[in-house]
């Protein structure tokens, strides 16, 4: 038996469970009046539901709307896209699962609105840029 210190996989936190991370752009669109949309309530929707669908493991959200200087304002919302950094305690492919199935939740069934998963990709959690680009699109 080697005293030397155990090797921890880089995927892996101390207590052994898988830890991945995703960046997505999420198109939003609306094809009715907007009047009964609110941005914030959606941002807000998605981060609870995030939490909840995934349960007890540690979870790391952060969603921003891009392409507009006005923030979360619904408007900014439909015109450009919402950046999603998520990072959880589960292997990579269930947190692409848990992601799409939100998405649809939230933003297609509770809201009526149209969503287009523009970019995925993996990435190591805490690292700005990504090591797997991949593609998907919501079923």
């Known amino acids: 038996m080697s005293n030397e210190p155990s090797e921890i996989d880089g995927d892996r936190e101390a207590g052994g469970e898988l830890r991945s991370g995703l960046v997505a752009m999420v198109s939003i669109k609306a094809d009715h009046d907007l009047d009964a949309f609110d941005g914030k309530d959606l941002i807000e929707?998605?981060?609870?539901r995030l939490r909840?669908?995934?349960?007890?493991?540690r979870t790391?959200?952060?969603?921003?709307?891009?392409?507009?200087?006005?923030?979360?304002?619904?408007?900014?919302?439909?015109?450009?896209?919402?950046?999603?950094?998520?990072?959880?305690a589960v292997d990579g492919e269930t947190l692409e699962e848990t992601l799409t199935a939100v998405l649809e939740a939230e933003i297609a069934v509770a809201r009526g609105l149209l969503f287009r998963i523009a970019r995925l990709e993996r990435v190591a959690p805490g690292q700005d840029e990504p090591t797997h680009p991949m593609t998907a699109t919501p079923t």
């Open 60 to 88: 790391e959200v952060s969603l921003t709307p891009e392409g507009d200087a006005h923030g979360e304002s619904s408007a900014a919302l439909l015109r450009g896209e919402l950046r999603l950094d998520l990072s959880a």
């Open 52 to 57: 909840e669908t995934l349960g007890t493991v």
């Open 45 to 48: 929707s998605l981060k609870a």
